[in-house]
């Protein structure tokens, strides 16, 4: 697998670059503002995107959507819920195969009521279901404290430590982590009742 991570746009977004080798086949995630140098590697390494996934609905999530399908023709992929005319829609648990690689989904809703993981090769693109140090607002339209305690305290707590989170923004203290890193000192996944959790999320 070759993978780059893009810090690009106002909001300190993450855009990842994913193929199954250099040079190969492979998805865009989160082409967000500012979308030009994922653009230029796009070009310079030779890759063929044939899709891209967004994590969930906010713009600045896939305001580089368009800019993406312009340079290489790939589809959006995003849940079934998404109002984001994708062209392939997913649900939980699904698995997507393209070239080399696979990916696998998962259905978090919380900070949105779209918003899901995907899994590959030992990593997994949180979006903004889970930060290093933290996780996504849930005060927003749309936002759900409830949904994010089932997702991070049912879900995100059962991935496999060894898993590189891929945050949806640079907020953490590194650009990347691990689940079992994040278990371990991130605040939003120390174990807690819901009521404890709901205290917490709205403080």
Known sequence: MWL??????????????????????????DPSYGIAPVLRSIERNHLKIHHILNTHSHQDHWAGNAE??????????????APLGQALSVKDGDRLDWGGLS??????PGHTADSVLYIFEGHVATGD??????????DLPGSS?????????????????????LPGHNYGRTPTSTIGREKQEN???QPRSLEEFLRYIVE
């Open 4 to 29: 780059e991570q893009h810090e690009v746009g106002p909001g300190r977004n993450f855009t990842y670059l994913v193929t199954d080798r250099p040079g190969g086949e492979g998805v865009v995630i």
């Open 68 to 81: 993406v399908r312009q340079l290489t023709g790939a589809q959006v992929v995003a849940h079934r819920s």
């Open 103 to 108: 990916v696998e989904v998962r259905h978090t």
């Open 129 to 138: 279901t889970l930060f290093v140090d933290g996780c996504g607002r849930v």
């Open 145 to 165: 404290p409830r949904a994010m305690f089932d997702s991070l305290l049912t879900t995100v707590v059962q991935l496999e430590d060894a898993l590189v989170v």
């Open 187 to 189: 605040e939003t996944l």
